[in-house]
């Protein structure tokens, strides 16, 4: 039998407050008091920076923990939120697929494209991105634009797409926006740096659909 993983259980508001280690405690915590507020985290090292925070910073979210080792977290570091982010979500493969476009910060959306029929998330990733450079060009906005896609800034660093999908009457938007794509990477010089967003690191990419 698999030895059960410990948790830690952070209660804000309750009749005990603080970092309690089994659930019988926290359940005898919150148990009858109105508005209680807590959390269950799987590292002491998570409850104690969400002790220290305020609950509505975790409420209702899934809280990330990096894989990588302590050295590698630092190797990379934190990311820019004085940026914006860019996805695509793809149902299918081929499927619909749709992009947008977020503050980091804040994760306010900035814009929305989609759906686009029979296409993939690679197609999404590129037109996203490219979509982006335009929008910031024309809103004269500098700052650095996060990705987790490899593959797109591959495309638009070497101003093309390499797409394998075969074009169809269902997906003809999209080959035509990617020929749009291609043309403006052509005629347009590139004013905001493009970043790789660190999945593995900080979780998902704040302009994430959350459909995984």
């Known amino acids: 039998m698999s030895k059960k993983k410990k948790k830690y259980y952070v209660v804000w508001k309750g009749f005990k407050t603080g970092i309690l280690e089994s659930w019988e405690e926290c359940k005898n915590s919150i148990h009858g008091f109105k508005g209680a507020e807590y959390k269950s985290f799987k590292t002491l090292e998570l ?42 979500a793809c ?51 500098k700052r650095p634009i996060y990705t987790d896609s490899k593959i797109a800034m591959g495309w638009v660093r070497d101003k093309t797409h390499r797409t394998n999908l075969e074009k169809c009457e269902q997906n003809e938007k999209s080959f035509e926006l990617l020929e749009r794509a291609v043309k403006w990477l052509e005629t347009n010089d590139i004013e905001n740096k493009i970043l790789k967003w660190e999945t593995q690191a900080w979780g998902e990419i704040p302009a994430d659909f959350g459909r995984k």
């Not at 220290?52 to 990311?79: C, H, M, R, V």
């Not at 306010?108 to 990733?125: A, V």
């Open 47 to 88: 409850a104690k920076k969400a002790y220290s925070e305020n609950y509505d910073e975790y409420k209702g979210k899934t809280i990330f923990e990096s894989t990588l080792s302590k050295e590698q977290l630092a190797l990379i570091g934190e990311p820019n939120l004085e940026t914006v982010s860019v996805d695509a």
């Open 91 to 141: 149902s299918g493969s081929p499927g619909i697929v749709e992009y947008q476009c977020v503050d980091t910060k804040t994760k306010e959306k900035i814009f929305h494209y989609g759906p686009l029929y029979e296409s993939t998330n690679n197609i999404g990733e590129f037109l996203g991105l490219v979509h982006t450079l335009a929008h910031m060009k024309k809103t004269n906005d």
